[in-house]
């Protein structure tokens, strides 16, 4: 076995979280590793979530208020999203903060290994290349993946994922969003005012359940002004591939059957 490495603090996983944790412990004087084995480093928020969702909702938000131009004092235009365009401003920010993170993750505050892990025990870390890490205290700061619900039919049709979504080159005719939280609200707003046909089925009673009722009430009408089709109390029977590009969802909506 190779001579362990012995720190004050190790943080498994060098995205935002992380980051800021061995940036501050680092600050009183302790000894840090990072352990991150990502195939670029940055982390979740800059790479896959905040960053890039953030920035696609900008650019949905200015073309929702352009295209209201006579509310501001101006003459409408006939604007149409450019999802290309957007992809490409979208990579360009990431590729700027990413950097920056990389800069700041590798100036030499911490100790720095660009490979996975696994814990021999309370205290060791065994890393893939051989190399025994061993902290007086570990932060796991890993990330979050896209979780698959247990939705009758989905595992068997084409369906995207949150992640998905904000990769796209080219902006769907039709889409149903299935759930009302908050990560699949604000895709269905950014969707709909890039011109797609939006419907959004929720098992619960309203949208945004974790937040106070008055608020999903309103925020629920806004989605329903700007043209977003909502259902909630929704049960999910069926999801079917009709074709390449159409799935089927058989779903009962206030004790009917819709289709």
Not at 34 to 45: I, R, T
Not at 129 to 137: A, P
Not at 198 to 218: G, K, T, Y
Request: with cysteine; charged share 25%; net charge neutral.
């Amino acid at each position: 076995m190779n001579k362990p490495q012995t720190f004050d603090f190790v943080v498994v996983g060098g995205g935002s979280a992380g980051y800021a944790a061995a940036r501050t412990f680092a600050e009183s004087g302790g000894a840090v590793a990072v352990v991150d084995g990502g195939s670029q480093l940055a982390g979740l928020c800059i790479l896959r979530g905040c960053m890039p969702s953030k920035t696609l909702l900008y650019s949905a938000e200015v073309l929702h208020l352009a295209n209201k131009g006579r509310i501001f004092g101006f003459e409408e235009g006939n604007l149409r999203a450019d999802a290309v365009a957007m992809q490409r401003r979208k990579k360009e920010i990431i590729a700027e903060f990413a950097e920056y993170r990389r800069l700041q993750l590798e100036d030499g505050r911490f100790s720095l290994f660009r490979s996975n892990g696994r814990f021999l025990d309370d205290h060791t870390l065994e890393l893939s290349d051989g190399t025994i890490v061993k902290g007086h205290r570990f932060l796991i700061s890993t990330g979050s993946k896209v979780a698959i619900p247990p939705v009758p039919g989905l595992r068997e049709v084409a369906f995207k994922t949150s992640d998905d979504v904000l990769d796209l080159s080219q902006v769907p005719q039709e889409v149903v969003v299935l759930g009302g939280g908050i990560v699949a609200c604000e895709l269905a707003q950014f969707l709909r005012r890039l011109g797609s046909k939006v419907i959004l089925l929720q098992r619960s009673d309203r949208i945004l359940r974790e937040f106070p009722e008055q608020a999903s009430r309103w925020v629920l009408q806004k989605f329903e002004e700007e043209g977003m089709i909502v259902r909630t109390g929704v049960s999910i029977i069926l999801l079917e591939q009709v074709d390449d590009e159409k799935i089927r969802i058989d779903f009962e909506h206030g004790g009917t059957r819709h289709s």
